[in-house]
């Protein structure tokens, strides 16, 4: 099966829109755990938008799963990622006026700082992550600068509809298997809900999926635990139809 790992971020969104201390984002992830999650996600961003210094600390104390720390390649985050020591780290593009992360990492442009990461990591025994597009340079880079794995962004396909839907998804499936030729770990995400999971999830190659907002937003409507089990449930029909065509090409 698909690891599926739970972005929290936007539980912290929620708490720091009172400035109160509740929904707590580590109880939520505690419950994502609970409800079959195999590892935590959060984004720590330099402006701390959501997720706060202390969450990760506190994160790092409570979880049995796995935690990653997505961020984004500046001497402070590295800083912090040595100290706390996550299991993995996901460098991602931030820019303060975005939204969310609109797009994968440049590797080419910001080889430096992700060779003093990658370096990091190799010291500490964390586990690196790139976040990329579907991009044959990037990806080959991503190996050489010391990566172990890559999360394709899949922003555009969750935005695209009909054959442009197509035409990305194919293209999602090919950077997968160009990813796991150069010896990298494949996992994927970014605007993905249930109802367009499946597609992702049916890529042979594709070992991870990271998934925050529509967990997020189905849990204020059904709970947490509801919200982790139905997303790992449309995974599993995607997951589904992957071993069904390896057996009819077999």
């Not at 990760?56 to 500046?74: F, G, P, Y």
């Not at 820019?95 to 190799?122: F, H, Q, S």
């Not at 976040?131 to 794995?149: I, K, M, N, P, T």
Request: hydrophobic share 45%; net charge negative.
């Amino acid at each position: 099966m698909l690891r599926l790992h739970v972005n929290i971020d936007h539980v912290a969104t929620l708490r720091n829109a009172r400035g109160t201390v509740y929904p707590d984002p580590v109880l939520a992830a505690e419950l994502c755990e609970l409800a079959g999650a195999d590892g935590i996600t959060a984004h720590l961003r330099e402006d701390r938008r959501h997720i706060k210094d202390d969450d990760i600390e506190r994160l790092r104390r409570s979880l049995t799963t796995l935690l990653n720390l997505e961020m984004a390649a500046t001497d402070e985050m590295v800083a912090i990622a040595e100290r706390v020591r996550p299991d993995v780290i996901t460098l991602v593009p931030e820019r303060r006026e975005e939204l969310t992360t609109e797009g994968g990492l440049d590797v080419v442009g910001n080889r430096e700082r992700i060779e003093k990461a990658a370096a990091m990591c190799a010291r500490t025994g964390i586990k690196l992550s790139l976040f990329v597009e579907a991009d044959s340079e990037q990806l080959r880079l991503s190996r050489e600068v010391g990566a172990g794995q890559v999360e394709l962004h899949t922003g555009r396909y969750a935005e695209a509809r009909g054959a442009e839907r197509a035409e990305v998804l194919t293209r999602l499936a090919q950077a997968a298997r160009l990813a796991q030729k150069l010896g990298l770990e494949v996992a994927a995400g970014h605007g993905l809900t249930r109802e367009n999971v499946p597609a992702i999830a049916a890529i042979a190659e594709i070992e991870e999926l990271n998934i925050g907002h529509a967990i997020i937003c189905d849990a204020v409507l059904l709970g947490m635990d509801r919200a982790v089990r139905d997303m790992r449930e449309a995974v599993r029909r995607g997951f589904d139809a992957r071993r069904a065509r390896a057996g009819a090409s077999a």
